[in-house]
């Protein structure tokens, strides 16, 4: 059974930086596309960022072009999400979802298999 889990959320002034991780277990890590969504209050999920199994491609929702960086380290089985330039309009849960299928966008919701149970992040203005 692969599991999710996220950490190292929390809470933030505006313009300061986060690092979220996570972890997979139970699975392959390095078979799955590796994405974060995030979900704020009253919202739908939005994709955030997603990379391929060897890290050869990013993709990145334009609302965090320039300020997010998406990572991962086969190793580790632990794809991480660095956050940087935070605004407040970045609260919400952020999830991070596997994907079996390598064929995807990569950046639709309902193309991932397995998800975490996310984490908040806060952004204080």
């Known amino acids: 059974q692969v599991q999710l889990v996220e950490s190292g959320g929390g809470l933030v002034q505006a313009g300061g930086s986060l690092r979220l991780s996570c972890a997979l277990s139970?699975?392959?890590?390095?078979?799955?596309?590796m994405g974060w969504f995030r979900q704020a209050p009253g919202k739908e999920r939005e994709f955030v960022a997603a990379?391929?199994?060897?890290?050869?491609?990013?993709y990145y929702a334009d609302s965090v072009k320039g300020r997010g960086t998406i990572s991962r380290d086969n190793a580790k089985n632990t794809v991480y999400l660095q956050m940087n330039s935070l605004k407040p309009e970045d609260t919400a849960v952020y999830y991070c979802?596997?994907?079996?299928?390598?064929?995807?966008?990569?950046?639709?919701?309902?193309?991932?298999?397995?998800w975490g149970q996310g984490t908040q992040v806060t952004v204080s203005s």
């Open positions: 139970g699975g392959t890590f390095s078979r799955y596309v």
């Open positions: 990379i391929s199994r060897g890290s050869v491609s990013t």
């Open positions: 979802a596997a994907d079996r299928d390598v064929s995807g966008t990569g950046v639709k919701a309902h193309e991932y298999d397995y």
